[in-house]
């Protein structure tokens, strides 16, 4: 599967879905899409990983990097759509702990209308 990304705006919502590996060679890629969707008013990202097939120490890297800017500007980023091998991935690095992990767009959205 080729890298990719793509996003559209739903219920006040960003949301991101992410296709492909993000790795040392995508990881550039990533930043470049998810800063130019800041930088063009995205402040509530909502991170698709459903089709993601591996997440190496450089694409979390990347995630964080995002994270902190948003919580920066008052915005927010979650994610929804998360495979086992990258649950564990973000459990072993405990980034469960600054990372919110829906199960559903619906649950997204429920979380973001409530807060």
């Known amino acids: 599967m080729d890298f990719a990304v ?7 919502l960003t949301v991101v879905k992410i296709s492909g590996e993000i790795d040392v060679f ?3 890629r990533l930043r470049e899409a998810l800063l130019g969707i800041i930088d063009n008013g995205g402040a509530h990202l ?4 459903g089709e993601v097939t591996f997440l190496d120490s450089t694409g979390l890297g ?3 990097g995002v994270y ?3 919580r920066a500007r008052d915005g927010s ?3 929804m759509g998360v495979n086992d091998r990258v649950r564990r991935v973000f459990h072993v690095t405990q980034l469960t702990k ?3 992990l829906h199960n559903s767009l619906e649950d997204a959205i429920a979380a973001h209308e409530s807060a």
């Open 68 to 70: 902190h800017r948003l």
């Open 6 to 12: 793509e996003h559209r705006v739903e219920k006040g």
């Open 46 to 49: 909502v991170i698709d990983l």
């Open 77 to 79: 980023m979650s994610f």
């Open 26 to 28: 995508t990881s550039p």
């Open 62 to 64: 990347v995630l964080v």
């Open 98 to 100: 600054i990372f919110v």
